[in-house]
């Protein structure tokens, strides 16, 4: 599974960014998840979503203001982010696991290539 990761930028605080990526190949068996790394911080879970869409988990940080889903006929997972924060500059990663509701990054075994979003206050 090969994944692309577009949709970042700049954004003033308080806007919305919607990220996308898409899979090359199918990828409804799979279930996807959002990260992000912002400088000198560790890579963390953003946002899990189940093969079919009808699970998602959030993690606190995010939860109220992003919202993830999929789109399995055409292969794409999004990231709709709202209320925009300037602690949420970061890169942006999204990630396919064969497990069932993975929330470390270890548990993936596939990503993209990552995607800037800069949040300005």
């Known amino acids: 599974v090969q994944l692309q990761a577009s949709g970042g930028g700049l954004v003033q605080a308080g806007g919305s960014l919607r990220l996308s990526c898409v899979s090359r190949?199918?990828?409804?068996?799979?279930?996807m998840g959002w990260f992000r790394r912002a400088p000198g911080k560790e890579r963390e879970v953003l946002a899990v979503?189940?093969?079919?869409?009808?699970?998602?988990y959030y993690a606190d940080s995010v939860k109220g203001r992003f919202t993830v889903s999929r789109d399995n006929a055409k292969n794409t997972v999004y990231l709709q982010m709202n209320s925009l924060k300037p602690e949420d500059t970061a890169v942006y990663y999204c990630?396919?696991?064969?497990?069932?509701?993975?929330?470390?990054?270890?548990?993936?075994?596939?990503w993209g290539q990552g995607t800037q979003v800069t949040v300005s206050s």
């Open positions: 979503i189940s093969w079919s869409g009808e699970s998602t």
């Open positions: 190949r199918a990828f409804s068996r799979y279930f």
């Open positions: 990630a396919a696991s064969v497990k069932i509701l993975p929330k470390k990054d270890y548990e993936y075994n596939y």
